[in-house]
């Protein structure tokens, strides 16, 4: 059974930092590359970041460009979002989705963990 | 960047036809993929590729993609087919995924 499982969601004041984690199984993690995607409370879908599955490529959204580092270690099938100085619209469900081609669909997902910038 | 433009929300009677489309431009050049989530729950894909859907979604749900306009139809509507459902697809070259803003499924 594939399973994407995040953590790391926690409550931090403003201009503080976090690391999420995804820990992924059931399906071949070196093969897929990942993406982080944030829904803030009562609104839509917003990708955030992507890695390519040898992580030579990352993306990130101009909302979090310069702030957000995306990165993954193949070997312990995990993904991670370094998050610095976070602001109050960084609040929101963060998910962790894989994508197994090119141009190809988010299959898999996450729940989700929550993070909530407040002072 | 590309935009892609969701009515923010359709209501459908049981057992109607519902159908969700998602503008953009040429987005018929595209990939789009439809995504359905309900209250409290991460988002499942329904749709990929335009038209495929992934094994357990019903034949119900189906997609189209032409010019300017891709089209989610959902057939035979049921209670338990009510949520929020998103089209995105990727911009470019740049591996940047771009969602629509949502649209709110109402089963009257």
């Known amino acids: 059974e594939v399973q994407l499982v995040e953590s790391g969601g926690a409550l931090v004041k403003p201009g503080g930092s976090l690391r999420l984690s995804c820990a992924a199984s059931?399906?071949?993690?070196?093969?897929?590359?990942m993406n982080w995607v944030r829904q803030a409370p009562g609104k839509g879908l917003e990708w955030v970041s992507f890695?390519?599955?040898?992580?030579?490529?990352?993306y990130y959204a101009d909302s979090v460009k310069g702030r957000f580092t995306i990165s993954r270690d193949n070997a312990k099938n995990s993904l991670y979002l370094q998050m610095n100085s976070l602001r109050a619209e960084d609040t929101a469900v963060y998910y962790c989705?894989?994508?197994?081609?090119?141009?190809?669909?988010?299959?898999?997902w996450g729940q989700g963990t929550l993070v909530t910038v407040s002072s | 960047s590309y935009v892609l433009t969701l009515p923010p929300s359709v209501s459908v009677a049981p057992g109607k036809t519902a159908r969700i489309t998602c503008g953009g431009n040429?987005?018929?050049?595209?990939?789009v993929h439809w995504y359905q989530q309900k209250p409290g729950q991460a988002p499942v894909l329904v749709v990929y590729?335009?038209?495929d859907r992934p094994s357990g979604i019903p034949e119900r749900f189906s997609g189209s993609n032409s010019g300017n306009t891709a089209t989610l139809t959902i057939s035979r509507v049921e209670a338990g087919d009510e949520a929020d459902y998103y089209c995105?697809?990727?911009?470019?070259?740049?591996?940047?995924?771009?969602f629509g803003g949502g649209t709110r499924l109402t089963v009257l």
């Open positions: 989705a894989a994508r197994g081609s090119r141009y190809g669909p988010l299959g898999h």
């Open positions: 059931g399906f071949s993690f070196s093969s897929y590359s």
């Open positions: 890695i390519s599955s040898g992580s030579s490529y990352m």
């Open positions: 040429n987005i018929g050049s595209k990939s």
């Open positions: 590729d335009n038209s």
């Open positions: 995105q697809v990727w911009d470019g070259n740049i591996d940047h995924a771009v």
